[in-house]
């Protein structure tokens, strides 16, 4: 069949008996065309004895919403569960003061430094550096 005013010629269909034939393929290296997937990690990061993460042993600034000038300075290891505790009342220092917000947190991977700072923390000149500072 051929369209009036073009050079351009159209097949004719094949026969309804003809059977669909899949299109050859073509030989191509195995990699050709595939991304490589992205390694998996484990969940939590648990890398196993040759990475181990260390565990951190964090100096916190809580400050408070309703009392803005109100603020409480600790350590812990885990500082969600530590803002949850006095959030829920079960602080009697901080219960008045409801609710409260990580003003700041600094890690530690030695927990005798991280008592220490926080010892300076509490101290006059350890007071007069946070406000300043934080």
Known sequence: MTILGTRVQIPPPPPTF???????KVATPKSAGRRRAAPQLPSRFSFGLACQLPTFSYVYILRSRADSGA????????????????????????????????????????????????????????????????
């Open 18 to 24: 003809a059977k669909a034939t899949a299109p050859a």
């Open 71 to 134: 603020h409480y300075t600790g350590a812990t290891t885990d500082l969600s569960a530590r803002l949850a505790k006095p959030n829920e009342g079960g602080v009697p220092h901080t219960a008045k003061s409801r609710p409260w917000f990580i003003e700041t947190a600094i890690s530690f991977r030695d927990p005798a430094k991280a008592r220490a700072f926080e010892q300076y923390l509490k101290s006059g000149s350890g007071r007069a550096f946070a406000k300043r500072h934080f």
